[in-house]
């Protein structure tokens, strides 16, 4: 990969990337984040038991 490349170049290949993605509905995305904070949690969790 090129790391020389522009800010406007490296937005432009992100723009790409994200519309050939299928779109996420809000659900989908809130269920998602849920998942994150649940596993968040219990990584916490697990790091304060070996403490």
């Known amino acids: 990969m090129n790391c020389n490349i522009s800010f406007e170049e490296r937005a ?4 790409e990337i994200l519309s050939k993605q299928s779109p996420v509905t809000i ?3 809130r269920l998602q984040a849920e998942r994150l904070s649940q596993a ?4 916490e969790k697990k790091q304060a038991d070996k403490e």
Request: proline letters at 0%.
């Open 12 to 15: 432009k290949l992100g723009m």
């Open 27 to 29: 659900e989908k995305a």
């Open 40 to 43: 968040s949690k219990s990584k």
